[in-house]
């Protein structure tokens, strides 16, 4: 069974930065798109960054570009995503998603629990 | 692109059916002929989960009581009878298009 296990969220001050960690197993890593997608508390789901199963392409929502830095280590089927310059909006719960194949055209089929990164002085 | 569903709340009775709708701001079709409109679920204090991908094929382990319909700009998720492990809510999500995006979500309760 596919496993996404996500880590490194916590309590950061604004302008503050933090590395999420997701850890994949169950499947090849490397042949699998990967993606972060989060949601404020209450609030509905927003798309995040996306990147290859190589990791030669990476994808950015307007309101992380610049700021926000997708990558994965194939060899340690981890997939990590450097957020700098936080924001009080960008609190959130922050999933890991797996694309079903090479893109996430068919949007994501497996998820993880999610690790919540909170931006307050 | 923006996806706008409604309703945004969708009280039901048990066993009732239930239909969301999702619109898309431009064409969801592909040049390789496939429709990329997918939809999710997200049970309370869940994470989401796929339910239906290219419009209206079905996840494994999806019940049949969920389908989806719809082409080019226009889609619709629909509950032919509403059980109680369906409360939840639902969201429609393009994929052929960067950035991706999600509907604002359509929250199913009982009655």
């Known amino acids: 069974e596919v496993q996404l296990l996500e880590s490194g969220g916590g309590l950061v001050q604004p302008g503050g930065s933090l590395r999420l960690s997701c850890a994949a197993s169950a499947f090849t890593f490397s042949s699998y798109a990967m993606s972060w997608v989060r949601q404020a508390p209450g609030k509905g789901l927003e798309w995040v960054s996306a990147i290859s199963g190589g990791g030669d392409s990476t994808y950015y929502a307007d309101s992380v570009k610049g700021r926000f830095t997708i990558s994965r280590d194939n060899s340690q089927n981890t997939l990590f995503l450097h957020m700098n310059s936080l924001r009080a909006e960008d609190t959130a719960i922050y999933y890991c998603a797996k694309a079903p194949g090479l893109s996430s055209k068919e949007g994501f089929d497996s998820w993880g629990q999610g690790t919540l990164v909170t931006v307050s002085s | 692109v923006v996806m706008t569903q409604s309703p945004l709340s969708l009280p039901v009775t048990l066993g009732q059916p239930a239909s969301i709708s999702c619109r898309s701001s431009q064409s969801l079709v592909s040049s390789d002929g496939n429709t990329y409109l997918n939809w999710f679920q997200q049970r309370p204090g869940q994470s989401p989960r796929r339910l239906i991908y290219?419009?209206?094929n079905r996840d494994s382990g999806v019940p049949d009581r969920f389908s989806g319909s719809g082409s080019g700009t226009d889609f619709t998720l629909k509950i032919s009878r509403v059980e109680a492990e369906d409360v939840g809510v639902y969201y429609c999500m393009q994929g052929i298009h960067w950035p991706r995006t999600f509907g604002q979500g359509t929250k199913v309760e009982i009655k």
């Open positions: 290219k419009v209206s």
